[in-house]
């Protein structure tokens, strides 16, 4: 069987208004799939429309809130191919040491990228074409971890198993993750831009290829393992080679 193609096929990217999931809405449009964004402001899915324009429909959802992600589901109906790039990282990136774990508030930690993305399969899950597939997203983390950032690590390589063990739990639905490293989405415009180029070329001169990656480079595994019929339970890293050194 050859790849499949994304035409006519409807995609859902849930975190779609900004950073990689926008990149990946607007590579499946170009594709020629249907899309369907959903992120927590409906001012940013309102705006991502708005770039996106024909063949691209949205609208917010909490993910944190599973009544609110069943209604997003029920409002879409039948489609193709899930991605999931939301994120809330906040202040998991600094991460905290085990002696300092704030137990009572570690839950947070998985809010979003995991549980968030255990609510939406679980909805998306009967109404998913049986030829489609679910893309979810992690983070270089689970394989460098560094001081401090143990519950980070856990919760991304908690993301990796998630897709495996789904791969055969919902077979013949094709599910794999995404493992970005440094990307350069808007959330790096918070550091000022006279400083910004010199933090990220400190950051990935020890990579083999030495500079960010570009949300638009990311978007392109996603749309592999959307179209990538005979590929499931894998994990695609995207991080410049950053793993291997």
Same mark, same amino acid.
């Given at each position: ?115 968030? =993305?255990?609510? @939406?399969?679980?909805?998306?899950? /009967?109404?998913?074409?049986?030829? !489609?597939?679910?893309? $979810?997203? *992690? %983070? ?77 480079? =990311?978007?392109? @595994?996603?749309?592999?393992?959307? /179209?990538?019929?005979?590929?499931? !339970?894998?994990?695609? $890293?995207? *991080? %410049? ?5």
């Amino acid at each position: 069987m050859v790849a499949q193609s994304l035409s006519g096929k409807r995609a859902v990217v849930i975190g779609g208004s900004s950073g990689i999931g926008f990149a990946v809405a607007k590579a499946a449009l170009e594709d020629g799939a249907r899309v369907v964004i959903g992120s927590s402001g409906a001012g940013n899915v309102a705006a991502a429309l708005a770039r996106l324009g024909d063949g691209a429909e949205g609208s917010a959802v909490n993910v944190r809130d599973e009544a609110d992600v069943a209604a997003f589901f029920e409002r879409i109906g039948d489609f193709d191919h899930l991605v999931y790039t939301a994120g809330d990282w906040g202040g998991i990136l600094g991460g905290q040491s085990i002696p300092e774990l704030d137990l009572a508030g570690a839950n947070a930690v998985f809010a979003v990228r995991f549980w968030g =993305a255990v609510s @939406a399969i679980k909805h998306a899950s /009967r109404l998913i074409a049986e030829d !489609g597939s679910i893309t $979810l997203t *992690d %983070g270089l983390v689970a394989h460098r971890p560094r001081k401090g950032a143990a519950l980070s690590t856990a919760m991304a390589g908690a993301v990796e198993h998630l897709t495996q063990a789904l791969a055969v739990e919902l077979a013949p639905v094709r599910v794999n993750a995404v493992c970005p490293g440094l990307i350069l989405t808007e959330v790096w415009n918070s550091i000022p831009e006279d400083k910004r180029e010199a933090q990220l070329l400190s950051m990935t001169k020890q990579q083999p290829l030495p500079r960010p990656g570009d949300p638009a480079e =990311a978007a392109q @595994a996603y749309l592999y393992l959307m /179209r990538g019929g005979y590929t499931t !339970g894998q994990v695609l $890293l995207v *991080d %410049g080679g950053r793993a291997i050194v």
